[in-house]
């Protein structure tokens, strides 16, 4: 999925974890052209009740049915859309299963498979919680290093990874890392800890969710610092924070002002 920002607003949310009036309050507040989230709808610790679950599971089911609204697939969704036990991480239970499952009804698997593992935003890779150059193949890492190659590549592992999804099985998109717990050396797709795993990749700019702050943050940079001068942004922060991407330029934005 490639999202260009070019005569466009491009709406990028943090993760959401059941803060369903904060986020539509900030999506009419901006009245984008496009919204994207790097997911994780699920699993709240101060917004938990059955409301709360069932109030997510329907805006998520409602928003990803429109042209312009794209999620990211956070492990706090992923473990509620497979049935893998080794997906499952803090805050699950199967009661909260029981009532995601019922919410989105016979809309079940359509929700699931429009959840995205990654997209682009002009030159920015937006996945979960970052891309760690230990899972780059040597073509890459070695070869011709271009977003096309990355993107390809990273389609046949997307490929590969469905597949196995789909059978109960898993990659190393969903390995949780030593910082999390894990048995990997780093995190995944969903599972790459910003504060103690990521590492920018020369030549390439993320953005990424998963790792909470206040703020939006950079890469070990947490003070002092223009932030939007960084090629890489952790944008969970509560929804305290946001961008906004308009023609390839990125604005910061928060909740406070609103």
């Given at each position: 999925?490639q ?83 080794r ?14 499952f ?6 079940f ?17 937006v ?13 890459i ?13 990273l389609?046949?592992?997307?490929e ?21 717990g ?28 998963h ?36 023609n ?11």
């Amino acid at each position: 999925m490639q999202l260009s920002s070019t005569n466009k607003r491009i709406l990028v949310l943090g993760d959401i974890h059941q803060e369903i009036d904060k986020l539509n309050k900030i999506i009419e507040y901006e009245a984008a052209d496009v919204v994207v989230t790097t997911g994780d709808w699920f699993d709240s610790f101060n917004k938990d009740s059955d409301r709360d679950v069932r109030k997510s599971a329907l805006y998520l089911k409602r928003s990803i049915k429109k042209d312009n609204f794209f999620s990211i697939a956070g492990n706090h969704c992923i473990s509620y859309l497979y049935s893998n036990h080794r997906l499952r991480c803090s805050g699950y239970t199967d009661y909260k299963d029981t009532l995601i499952f019922e919410a989105l009804g016979d809309d079940f698997l359509a929700v699931r498979d429009k959840l995205l593992w990654y997209l682009w935003i002009d030159d920015f890779l937006v996945t979960h919680a970052g891309l760690h150059y230990s899972y780059l193949p040597p073509s890459i890492v070695i070869g011709d290093f271009t977003k096309d190659n990355i993107d390809k590549w990273l389609q046949s592992e997307v490929e590969k990874n469905n597949k196995l999804m789909a059978s109960g099985g898993q990659t190393w998109f969903t390995a949780a890392g030593y910082a999390r717990g894990g048995n990997a050396k780093y995190g995944g797709l969903v599972w790459c800890d910003f504060d103690v795993e990521f590492e920018p990749i020369a030549g390439l700019s993320q953005l990424l969710g998963h790792t909470p702050h206040n703020i939006i943050l950079a890469p070990r940079e947490f003070g002092g610092m223009n932030v939007l001068e960084s090629d890489n942004l952790d944008v969970d922060c509560h929804l305290n924070q946001w961008l906004i991407i308009h023609n390839q330029k990125l604005e910061l934005k928060s909740y406070r002002d609103l």
